[in-house]
């Protein structure tokens, strides 16, 4: 009896969430983000990892930090970076930013699609990023 009611439950939650959640279709990735090349650094406990990040138009990148540093160059595109206790940036091709292990920073791409390329310098083992 326990096991239909657990069953009965989960199916309930199953179907609720079907109906109330919008199609995937209708729920574009606005980030996206392709490694090109990640290589361990001989003798540390860090990892370097190359990123293409091609953000939608006017995507929001979340308040966020990393565990080391990013150095990041705009390919494409146009995108404002504010990172903590500086300016915010306006960026245009062919500008770069860098922001320092654990500094809390956010983005915002313009109205046209932005593609950044991102390198980032990092401790192995630990997400890339974590929300701030």
Not at 1 to 22: D, E, K, P, Q, S
Not at 33 to 61: K, M
């Amino acid at each position: 009896m326990l096991t239909r009611r657990i069953f009965a439950g989960c199916a309930l939650c199953a179907v609720t969430a079907t109906l109330t959640a919008a199609p995937v279709s209708a729920q574009p990735a606005a980030v996206k983000r392709t490694v090109v090349r990640q290589e361990d650094l001989p003798g540390t406990n860090h990892v370097t990892i190359q990123v293409f990040v091609d953000l939608e138009p006017n995507a929001v990148i979340g308040r966020h930090t990393h565990p080391g540093h990013e150095a990041t160059y705009l390919v494409s595109g146009a995108v404002e970076i504010s990172i903590e206790g500086q300016e915010t940036l306006h960026l245009k091709p062919g500008d770069s930013f860098l922001v320092q292990a654990g500094v809390p920073h956010a983005g915002k791409a313009g109205p046209e699609a932005t593609r950044l390329f991102a390198t980032y310098v990092v401790e192995k083992g630990k997400p890339l990023s974590s929300p701030a």
